[in-house]
């Protein structure tokens, strides 16, 4: 039997990750392997830790660098530095990845506390700040951009809630870094994880965090080897042997961050907000809604409601299946209600957002959906313009 071959043509990746990864980037990966001590890598990896501090806008005196792993190797390695037998945590949860946060925090011995939220909705301030009134917190964890629900966490108010409780403040920042406004240092948030495969366009298989001075101070004993920061530090800024780091995957961040910083922060934040309001305003057309209300919605994944009668995994097969474009399914209690559609990183563009629409609605209009035909294009072209003018 012949083997199966390598994929030939390009998804279109409008799923919660991995988002397309720009040509360059590729290319970048082809370049001859460094050995993970050599001295032309290791003036890489200083360049990344440059670069990612920009990202993060991470204070002075912060460690900004990549964990090998993908984004939950960011997750569990500042829970380890940061949650050990007893540390009092208080989780927000408000979607499968707040309930991941705190399974981690359990695992390495955390009391936690969670508080709930309603999937699809953002944790609202008032509710943290009764549950840090309720008792002793020493870490506050929560997720920025939940990307089962398509929601934004407020985490600038929480920071500043934890703090005046002198609790740090841990972040999952894996779908809004590079994609929506973040600011470690204006938001004083003390510890920071993402991931690459999303808004900062390379492959994934690295971890960037940013562990601010204010965590440094209190870390704890950490339980894990692989992921002891203070082993990480030793790696990449002193150069001790600690893990062989894949330069592959070096070169590939290292050429995101450069795309990132020759478009600007600020307006790679400003493309993912007008795509996104250009695909609601197209799917809107169609008379489809998104899940959270519209002051809490990720710019960078779109948490689409299904429409009644309409089967959500025949509509992602034929996505698939006849315009080769990838979208989520639902996770947990949304599965069969929503469709997660990605557009972060090089996956955020007009082409791409007009595609989608257009193959969107021809499918459920076959499906007996009712539709204008062409609405939906028309309607996030509109909004496109408009932006344009304004
Ligand atoms: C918010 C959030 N946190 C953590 C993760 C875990 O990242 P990874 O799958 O790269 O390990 C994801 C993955 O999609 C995520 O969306």
Redesign the pocket.
Known sequence: MAPPTLPSTERILLG??PSTIPPRVMRAMAAPVLSHLDPDLVVLLDEVRARLARVFKAPEGSLTIAVSG????G?EALVANLVTQGTRVLVIVSGY?GE?LAEICRRYGGEVRRLEVEWGRAVDPEAVRAALAAGPVDVVAC?H???STGVLNPVREIAALAHDHDALVLV?A??SLGGHPLDVSGWQLDAVYS?T?KCIGAP?GL?PIAWTPAARARRVDCRSFYLDVALLEDYWLRRKYHHTLSSTLIYALREALLAIDEEGLEVRWARHERHHAALARGLAAMGLDLLPPPSERLWTLNAVSVPAGIDEAAVRRRLLQEFNIEVGAGLGPLAGKIWRVGLMGASSTPSVLVLFLGALEQILRDLGHRAAQGGAVAAAGAALAEAVRN
């Open positions: 919660p990750g993908t984004g939950t190797s997750m990845f991941r997720v951009a939940e990307t999952d894996v779908t991931c495969q994934s971890s």
